[in-house]
């Protein structure tokens, strides 16, 4: 199956794009060789550059406060263990440390490190740092992998409070959520929202085999979801044709 996420506001959204950055990070840094960390390195500076956002922190602080006093609301409650509740709330409380000792922004101390800066610089322009702008990045580059993923993993030691933080507040969202088994007649899809709930996520699981693609629109009072078909060319069309089934999450 494959999975679509929709965002239903800005802070969500910031935090998807934070995540999806911090997975492709993860997935070029065991890697060994160079050009995969030079696009390891422009991850990183993606990453500080959305977390820019001068409320980012203080916003993901209160979200993991507001979810620590929604779980012990449910203390006593005899439905609830107490066990899985305590290792839900003691991961609350390890990522708000963390990202609360955090200085600054995060990735904000990398800033002062002339020569990252100075790839951050070129990095966005085609061809940039070729060894003749930046001989000292290429000298890098041409290290043994060890010695440049100890590198990266030193400067993205700061980065890992958000990515935990992140990790714990979305893994909360996406389990409040329950999965519900939907059809799209004609390829269309709309739902009503009911009043007097507030939902952040929308998320969609579609088979692969089925080949459409959904094109979601939505807002706290109406989900809208067009089933879609893609051409040879990569235009899209309107799957009219036929009734899709497919999984629907409200979060």
């Not at 996406?174 to 059809?183: F, I, L, M, Q, Y």
Request: include cysteine; aromatic fraction near 6%.
């Amino acid at each position: 199956m494959t999975l679509y996420e929709y965002p239903f506001n800005e802070s969500i959204r910031t935090m998807l794009r934070l995540e999806h950055l911090f997975d492709r990070l993860g997935q070029l840094m065991p890697r060994e060789a160079a050009v995969d960390h030079h696009y390891a390195l422009a991850t990183m500076f993606e990453i500080m550059d959305v977390a820019s956002r001068a409320d980012l922190k203080s916003d993901l602080l209160k979200e993991l406060e507001r979810q620590k006093a929604q779980l012990n609301a449910f203390r006593g409650n005899p439905s609830i263990s107490e066990r899985v509740l305590d290792e839900v709330i003691a991961r609350i409380d390890h990522a708000f440390q963390g990202l609360n000792e955090l200085p600054g922004k995060a990735g904000q101390s990398l800033t002062t490190n002339e020569w990252l800066m100075s790839i951050r610089s070129r990095i966005s322009i085609p061809g940039g740092t070729c060894e003749f702008d930046l001989p000292a990045y290429y000298a890098w580059q041409q290290l043994p992998a060890a010695r440049r993923q100890a590198d990266l993993a030193q400067w993205i030691a700061t980065l890992t409070p958000l990515a935990e933080a992140l990790k714990v507040l979305l893994g909360l969202l996406r389990d409040s959520g329950t999965p519900h088994k939907v059809v799209a007649p004609h390829g269309q899809y709309q739902q009503s929202l009911p009043a007097g709930r507030t939902f952040q996520l929308l998320r969609v699981r579609i088979d692969p085999a089925l080949g459409v693609i959904p094109e979601i629109s939505g807002h706290r009072l109406m989900v809208s979801i067009r089933m879609m078909r893609q051409e040879p060319d990569g235009r899209l069309r309107p799957a009219g044709d036929e009734d899709v089934s497919f999984e629907l999450t409200l979060c």
